[in-house]
């Protein structure tokens, strides 16, 4: 028997039943719900069931930030004529080059968890509840992991970029700008890996500038 665009949605979320969380950072109380790894449940679930989702945003830029808008239209490729619309889920980015695609990333996120109506937690644990974690001794280095056996370009090193924006956004002085590029050497090393050497660099010398020019003398 075919089965309508509703039964296939409703297949779909039953078998793709929820999201792991990622683990804590540093500050967090909660464990983070990451994008890459919801988009992979849903994708998984929706393709296996014949349908596929396509996105469109809108952005209204603000003084401060853009908030981007996600609508998702979820097709049936045995019916063109068959879909479920997915509105209303926006997200905020800064006004800075990752704003959009950050804003993008996290209402496309949330579209999929309302398609679905996946379920989130870890261990029961709605994130919420969860007990903050214990802060380690002040410091503004940022966790970094090479692989074991290689030094050299192209290395893949495991950085959460959101952590290490958080992290140069929220220093207000350019002596301590100064001292977390000391601290982080491998954050700034082209060896490691080309593409997110130039996403911090970028950051770090934006940031610079703009404290710079707030008054902040060397």
């Known amino acids: 028997m075919k089965l309508n665009i509703y039964q296939k949605l409703h297949k779909a979320a039953c078998e793709a039943g929820g999201v792991a969380k990622g683990k804590k950072v540093p500050g967090m109380h909660f464990n983070?719900?990451?994008?890459?790894?919801?988009?992979?449940?849903?994708?998984?679930?929706?393709?296996?069931?014949?349908?596929?989702?396509?996105?469109?945003?809108?952005?209204?830029?603000?003084?401060?930030?853009?908030?981007?808008?996600?609508?998702?239209?979820?097709?049936?490729?045995?019916?063109?004529?068959?879909?479920v619309d997915i509105e209303g889920c926006s997200a905020m980015g800064n006004l800075d080059k990752f704003?959009?695609?950050?804003?993008?990333?996290?209402?496309?996120?949330?579209?999929?968890?309302?398609?679905?109506n996946l379920k989130t937690g870890l261990d029961n644990d709605d994130g919420y509840k969860a007990k903050?974690?214990?802060?380690?001794?002040?410091?503004?280095?940022?966790?970094?992991?090479?692989?074991?056996?290689?030094?050299?370009?192209?290395?893949?090193?495991?950085?959460?970029?959101?952590?290490?924006?958080d992290a140069i956004k929220s220093i207000n002085d350019i002596y301590a700008l100064r001292k977390?590029?000391?601290?982080?050497?491998?954050?700034?090393?082209?060896?490691?890996?080309?593409?997110?050497?130039r996403q911090i660099t970028d950051l770090y010398e934006t940031h610079e500038t703009q404290l710079n020019q707030q008054g902040v003398t060397q």
Do not use: W
Not at 41 to 65: D, H, Q, R, W
Not at 134 to 163: L, Y
Not at 180 to 197: A, H, I, Q, S, T
């Open 99 to 116: 704003g959009t695609g950050n804003g993008m990333s996290y209402a496309k996120k949330y579209a999929f968890l309302n398609a679905l």
């Open 32 to 83: 983070p719900l990451q994008h890459d790894e919801v988009q992979k449940v849903a994708m998984e679930s929706l393709l296996n069931n014949g349908l596929y989702p396509i996105c469109t945003y809108t952005n209204y830029v603000k003084e401060t930030f853009i908030m981007v808008t996600c609508s998702m239209r979820i097709h049936d490729i045995e019916d063109p004529t068959s879909h």
């Open 132 to 165: 903050p974690f214990e802060e380690p001794k002040p410091t503004n280095k940022i966790p970094q992991q090479k692989p074991s056996g290689t030094a050299h370009a192209s290395v893949d090193m495991d950085i959460d970029m959101n952590q290490v924006r």
């Open 180 to 197: 977390f590029r000391k601290e982080n050497p491998g954050l700034f090393d082209p060896n490691n890996n080309v593409r997110v050497y």
